[in-house]
């Protein structure tokens, strides 16, 4: 049962990170006015970073039992999501408002830089329940 979960949380943060941040994200920017789309996204961005956050590490504690190296993995994913939520975002924030816009563009390619090593972290867990599923 344990098992079944930490797969079906692990699948959850996989495709939740993924519908986010090339679903959901690339619709608001083509769907609404840029002056929309903008408030819009920075409003979903802190509800985005506590739904990784806490799925990462209800995934961590599900998985360690099973595979403790996954379950580590995870843990990355939820502990690098808080400065990411708290620092980064705040900063990418704050450039955009006093128009900084070279700061924006290097903040905003490292929030997609971590957020892109999320996914492939979460992708990898996925692989390894198959691999040992399979063994």
């Known amino acids: 049962m344990i098992s079944a979960l930490a797969l079906l949380a692990t ?9 986010y ?13 840029p002056e929309t789309a903008g408030p819009t996204i920075r409003r979903a961005f802190p509800h985005f970073y506590l739904f990784v956050i806490a ?8 998985l360690w039992p099973r595979d403790p190296f996954g379950a580590g993995l995870m843990a ?21 408002d006093t128009g900084a816009k070279t700061r924006f563009k290097w903040l905003h390619g490292a929030s997609v830089l971590i957020t892109l090593a999320h996914i492939a972290l979460a992708g990898w867990v996925l692989v390894r329940f198959l691999s040992q599923a399979q063994a």
Do not use: D, E
Request: charged residues 5%; positive net charge; proline residues 6%.
């Open 11 to 19: 699948a959850l943060l996989f495709g939740g990170m993924v519908l």
């Open 21 to 33: 941040s090339f679903g959901f994200a690339a619709f608001l920017f083509t769907a609404l006015p």
């Open 55 to 62: 799925c990462a590490a209800l995934t961590a504690l599900l």
């Open 76 to 96: 990355v994913i939820a502990l690098t999501t808080l400065p990411t939520r708290q620092v980064l975002m705040p900063a990418i924030n704050r450039a955009t």
